[in-house]
């Protein structure tokens, strides 16, 4: 969908890296749209163009759970020192790029450096093209994200727990935990760090 009209109650925006997309970008959008209410935004166009639509969407659906690979992840973090940074639910970051030292890029960085202002997973296989698995780390440290090594045969298991937690996340954030559950059981995994304190 790429109208803003109708967002409202959607729960999870995938930023689509287009041409910078991937197998694993195919799947994180295959399972966000198992996971219901989802809308894909493909990226085009400047970095400021395209940030100033993902602020568009992200206010007409607050809560949202986005979900961004590759460029789509890098831009997911610029969300962090906007206004709209209250409305975003929780960030699932999928091999995000490392837009400041991969030519072509450049546009799109720098990365913010300190704390996240929303839950947020990292989720990368060991060795990854877009990013140094160290400078990913410290990076992730920064944010006070919860980094995930992904490295099955099939990672959908492993980023559809992970996609349900932050769901779950932002709507115990928007509605208060369910009666008689606790706010994250022992399935949904622990929380990433800063959650619930």
């Known amino acids: 969908m790429t109208d803003d009209a109708g967002l409202r109650g959607i729960r999870t925006l995938i930023l689509d890296a287009g041409p910078h997309?991937?197998?694993?970008?195919?799947?994180?959008?295959?399972?966000a749209v198992e996971a219901g209410e989802a809308r894909v935004l493909r990226l085009a166009g400047t970095h400021d163009d395209m940030l100033s639509r993902v602020c568009r969407m992200v206010a007409a659906a607050p809560g949202v759970v986005i979900c961004g690979h590759n460029l789509g992840a890098a831009l997911a973090l610029h969300l962090a020192d906007r206004p709209v940074a209250r409305a975003v639910g929780g960030l699932?970051?999928?091999?995000?790029?490392?837009?400041?030292?991969?030519p072509g890029l450049e546009d799109h960085g720098p990365l913010p450096r300190g704390q996240l202002p929303f839950p947020t997973i990292v989720a990368a296989r060991p060795g990854d093209p877009w990013m140094d698995d160290a400078r990913l780390k410290r990076l992730a440290l920064c944010w006070c994200a919860e980094r995930v090594e992904l490295g099955g045969d099939d990672d959908r298991p492993a980023l559809r727990r992970l996609l349900r937690r932050l769901l779950l996340r932002a709507r115990i954030d928007r509605e208060?935990?369910?009666?008689?559950?606790?706010?994250?059981m022992a399935e949904d995994g622990p929380p990433a760090r800063g959650w619930l304190m």
């Open 92 to 102: 699932l970051l999928l091999a995000p790029a490392d837009v400041e030292q991969r």
């Open 176 to 184: 208060g935990p369910p009666a008689g559950r606790p706010p994250l």
């Open 21 to 31: 997309a991937s197998t694993s970008g195919r799947l994180l959008r295959r399972l």
